[in-house]
């Protein structure tokens, strides 16, 4: 009898029968049912979509199309500003501190986009370059967003859990950006970020022998950042507040929809990754969006009778250097990676029940661990409903970008 495993890499070879590996594929099934799971886990506070979690134009529409889902958080001020004048969107966030003086030039001499866009900031030397670059007085008021450090120091700052982003960690510090922001010309505050990594980027049910045993100290430092967070954070929004009428205060991501959408202080939760469903994801407990994004390489040889080669394969994730963040065959089930070798840049062996099955010509399907960065590796995304492929849309590479 045929598995759901078995069915799927079916349906998935009828559809691209056309195609020549190496490609990519989204399937628009489980693209649609996780945009539908995040805004029901965000529970009423609107969605606003991660941009490198996706790097497609038509797949972020499709997105913000959805109930739930409203405006982008872009990762570059270029792409923010190429997703505004493509109609993408009128509401774009910069999720970083920007540095780039011909972008910000052009945001500076355009009413339309400085009305769309807004800047992320964590201290005033940044809007001393922005100044550099268009005096006050020469360029429309532009936006800005205060980035507050999320990450959690207990033990008196001799710990530090999550990533190291912005320097303004207490709301004593974001109350004394927010009065410069309001002293200066040129400027409005309007918004607040506090990203959890910690907590939304990091699974809690790793896996492997010593998963167990991880997974509860990851719980619970988890829990404990949580409360520190919430009380933090809004401390913080109420310290700015006394000089800015935010409109907007973002947290969260994909791995903490429901618990970050529950904080008062937050407005809006971001996501992302979970509408392509990689294989990262597949280490949280609270939920596990349905794998949505697969690649297809061929296999060209077989070395030995229990092993089974692709040409090409190695897409590795960005982060650590982990296994975690290479690639995994998926179908034909029981595929699996040799450690000597991992998955490879122009040939990846496999090994595994499977592998004996396999013969050249065949299709292996890999997920990525990760979500947008797969679409640095193609021009185009392949979108299947049921065993058809429906369209074919570029990807940010597709369409001539490539914008870290």
Not at 38 to 65: C, F, M
Not at 121 to 134: N, S, Y
Not at 243 to 263: I, K, P, Q, R, Y
Request: aromatic share 6%.
């Amino acid at each position: 009898m045929a598995t759901e495993s078995d069915k799927l890499r079916e349906r998935l070879n009828r559809a691209t029968a056309h195609l020549d590996p190496p490609y990519a594929v989204v399937d628009l099934t489980a693209f649609d049912a996780n945009a539908a799971a995040l805004a029901e886990r965000a529970a009423g506070k609107p969605l606003r979509l991660a941009s490198k979690s996706v790097r497609s134009r038509a797949l972020i529409s499709r997105a913000l199309g959805r109930p739930g889902w409203h405006g982008v958080m872009a990762f570059t001020l270029p792409e923010a500003i190429w997703l505004v004048r493509a109609g993408v969107s009128d509401d774009v966030l910069v999720a970083y501190p920007t540095a780039d003086r011909g972008a910000l030039a052009e945001l500076a001499a355009d009413p339309t986009l400085a009305a769309a866009v807004t800047l992320m900031i964590d201290g005033t030397d940044q809007l001393e370059l922005v100044d550099a670059v268009r005096a006050p007085g020469q360029r429309p008021e532009l936006r800005v967003c205060l980035d507050l450090d999320a990450s959690w120091r207990p033990l008196g700052g001799r710990v530090h859990v999550g990533v190291r982003r912005s320097p303004v960690h207490s709301a004593g510090a974001a109350g004394a950006l927010a009065a410069a922001v309001a002293g200066r010309p040129g400027y409005r505050l309007v918004g607040l970020m506090a990203y959890e990594a910690q907590i939304a980027g990091l699974g809690d049910a790793p896996p492997g022998r010593t998963g167990r045993a991880l997974g509860q100290a990851i719980r619970l430092a988890q829990r404990g950042s949580y409360r520190e967070l919430v009380a933090r954070r809004g401390a913080a929004v109420a310290a700015v507040r006394q000089h800015a009428d935010l409109e907007f205060v973002n947290g969260g991501g994909t791995g903490s929809v429901a618990a970050t959408s529950a904080d008062p202080a937050v407005t809006e939760v971001t996501a992302g990754s979970g509408l392509y469903g990689p294989t990262l994801f597949d280490a949280y407990r609270a939920w596990q969006p349905a794998p949505a994004a697969y690649f297809a390489c061929s296999v060209v040889r077989r070395p030995t009778a229990d092993l089974a080669t692709v040409l090409g394969g190695g897409w590795i994730a960005s982060g650590p250097a982990a296994t975690s963040r290479l690639p995994r065959p998926v179908l034909p089930a029981g595929l699996t990676l040799l450690g000597a070798e991992g998955a490879g840049e122009v040939q990846t062996p496999l090994a595994g029940a499977a592998a004996a099955t396999l013969r050249v010509g065949d299709r292996v399907w890999f997920r990525h661990a990760k979500a947008g960065e797969l679409c640095e590796h193609v021009n185009d995304l392949h979108l299947v409903d049921g065993d058809t492929v429906v369209a074919t849309v570029p990807t940010y590479r597709g369409d001539g970008h490539a914008f870290l």
